[in-house]
């Protein structure tokens, strides 16, 4: 059974750090691509990153460019994307997700 | 990037009656392998999302037989047979063929009457 497993998720202030984790099982981890979405409060979905299979490749929503990295351990089967400078319109559940999605860690900016 | 609009945002709907989610781009979107890269996406309260259609009307696995999807080119229909209650939440469409971004319609929600 395909399971993701994000974690990490918490209340920061502006301006802060956070890293979230995604745990992959069930599946050939290293052959798939992976994103990770978001959707803030009453809102819809919103793509964030992506990165290739290998690691080697990865793409930003502009929102987020210069901001978040993307980055996985195929080693370990972990995906993870660390957020810098964190604005309180970064406020939102984070899906890592390819063809599954996981249930979601929650991100709260506020001060 | 690929514009999704979807209609209608909210559709009430009764018990056992079809449902219908309409979602428009705004370019047509076939990749070089010739697939239109065009999933539906289900998102039902305290559950996590959940992919149910991909590639224009390919259903995934375990997903009812009461959810289709169809469409061509710019148009796109999400159909389901007979709405059963635990039907009820969001549906989007989305376009991973002009990536990035993958992008998303603005989410119609499903609600018994």
């Known amino acids: 059974e395909v399971q993701l497993l994000e974690s990490g998720g918490h209340w920061v202030q502006p301006g802060g750090s956070l890293r979230l984790s995604c745990a992959a099982s069930?599946?050939?981890?290293?052959?798939?691509?992976m994103s990770w979405v978001r959707q803030a409060p009453g809102k819809g979905l919103e793509w964030v990153s992506i990165?290739?299979?290998?690691?080697?490749?990865?793409y930003y929503a502009d929102s987020v460019k210069g901001r978040f990295t993307i980055s996985r351990d195929n080693s370990r089967n972990m995906l993870y994307l660390q957020m810098n400078s964190l604005r309180a319109e970064d406020t939102a559940m984070y899906y890592c997700?390819?063809?599954?999605w996981g249930q979601g860690t929650l991100v709260t900016v506020s001060s | 990037d690929v514009v999704m609009t979807q209609s209608p945002l909210y559709l009430p709907v009764t018990l056992g009656q079809p449902a219908s989610i309409s979602c428009r781009s705004s370019q047509t979107f076939v990749y070089a392998d010739g697939n239109t890269y065009l999933n539906w996406v289900q998102l039902r309260p305290g559950q996590s999302p959940r992919r149910l259609i991909y590639k224009v009307s390919n259903r995934d696995s375990g997903v009812p037989d009461r959810f289709s999807g169809s469409g061509s080119g710019t148009d796109f229909t999400l159909r389901i047979s007979r709405v059963e209650a635990e039907d009820v939440g969001f549906y989007y469409c989305m376009q991973a063929t002009h990536w990035p971004p993958w992008t998303f319609g603005q989410g119609t929600k499903v609600e018994i009457k």
């Open positions: 997700a390819f063809d599954f």
């Open positions: 069930g599946f050939d981890f290293s052959f798939y691509g």
């Open positions: 990165i290739s299979e290998s690691g080697g490749t990865t």
